[in-house]
């Protein structure tokens, strides 16, 4: 059961964090709504999260929906079932630490609310998603993250990091570069491609002429804005597409996710949240503590 808890830090706490990227790259980030930054993770760090993935997938954390999986079991047989971990980062202290990760969460400090002038770069993290991918399961059809996770000002950001290579054939990211512009939540309706797109819905009524995919190596990190029009493809390759996507948002904005009866959207405010960089000026309210479960993700490889 979900309780509050007092947190030690108080509103002036500062978390540190380096601040790389030049002011063409945010401006550009502000524009096209997409930056994709090559070996920000180092090897042996991809290698901890690979070994991490396995520990989750084998059950190894307290977790009612990840049960222990008899030893005998190969990696690939573990892994054969899922398409996704949700929340990995409320079990995992290694997922935990990587929502923490000081390089990404500098390049957060700069994108999340850079559209924003007056902006002091704080960011709190919401959500972690852990894809396994593995060959023949399907990708995520057209859509918006704020259509799921709602900021109040437009901050919503992904950083999408890549454990394998990535690329069209296992079912990298595409991007509609500048779709996030207008900050529009395009309608969304059932896809009817299940063999291509998992059971989420499509966002339609936009023109995909533009769309790019976006390949990149095992190490880089893609931040994308939460109106940004992205999906990705089925694996069509023999090789699984790993990729630990975590969601953060500008901390000064209130997050109305997941309100509650009773609650006021106007006043809603998830605190499930890690605070990664700068302060966080809700820090009075205390952090909710989340659950210690996980949802997991299995969609059936589709034949063929
Ligand atoms: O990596 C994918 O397949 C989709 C990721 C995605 O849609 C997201 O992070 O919002």
Redesign the pocket.
């Known amino acids: 059961m979900a309780s509050t808890i007092q947190i030690e830090r108080s509103a002036t706490d500062w978390i540190d964090v380096p601040r790389t990227l030049s002011k063409e790259q945010v401006s550009a980030f502000v524009d096209n709504g997409f930056h994709v930054q090559p070996d920000l993770v180092a090897r042996e760090e991809i290698d901890e999260l690979k070994a991490d993935t396995m520990k989750l997938a084998r059950g190894e954390y307290p977790c009612a929906s990840l049960q222990p999986v008899a030893p005998d079991l190969s990696d690939a047989d573990v892994l054969a079932r899922i398409l996704c971990i949700h929340q990995p980062h409320f079990v995992s202290p290694v997922m935990q630490q990587y929502v923490r990760h000081a390089k990404i969460c500098g390049l957060l400090s700069q994108l999340a609310a850079a559209h924003l002038p007056h902006w002091d770069g704080s960011v709190k993290c919401m959500q972690s998603?852990l894809?396994v991918?593995p060959p023949g399961f399907q990708?995520?059809a057209w859509?918006q993250?704020e259509i799921?996770i709602p900021t109040r000002d437009r901050s919503l950001i992904?950083a999408?990091i890549a454990l394998d290579d990535?690329t069209v054939k296992n079912?990298?990211?595409w991007v509609i570069p500048g779709s996030h512009r207008n900050g529009y939540l395009y309608p969304q309706r059932p896809h009817g491609n299940p063999d291509e797109f998992d059971a989420s819905n499509e966002s339609f009524g936009f023109d995909e002429t533009d769309a790019i995919p976006v390949e990149v190596k095992s190490g880089a990190v893609v931040f994308?804005n939460g109106y940004l029009l992205?999906?990705?493809l089925k694996n069509r390759s023999n090789i699984y597409?790993r990729?630990l996507?975590n969601?953060y948002c500008n901390a000064w904005s209130l997050l109305p996710w997941g309100v509650r009866p009773g609650e006021h959207v106007a006043s809603a405010d998830r605190r499930t949240i890690v605070p990664v960089a700068g302060t966080d000026p809700y820090a009075w309210k205390g952090i909710e503590a989340p659950p210690s479960e996980v949802y997991l993700r299995q969609c059936k490889a589709a034949q063929g």
Do not use: E, I, T
Request: aromatic share 18%; net charge positive; hydrophobic share 35%.
């Open positions: 998603m894809f991918k990708g995520q859509h993250d799921y992904g999408w990535a079912g990298c990211l994308f992205h999906r990705s597409r990729v996507v969601h």
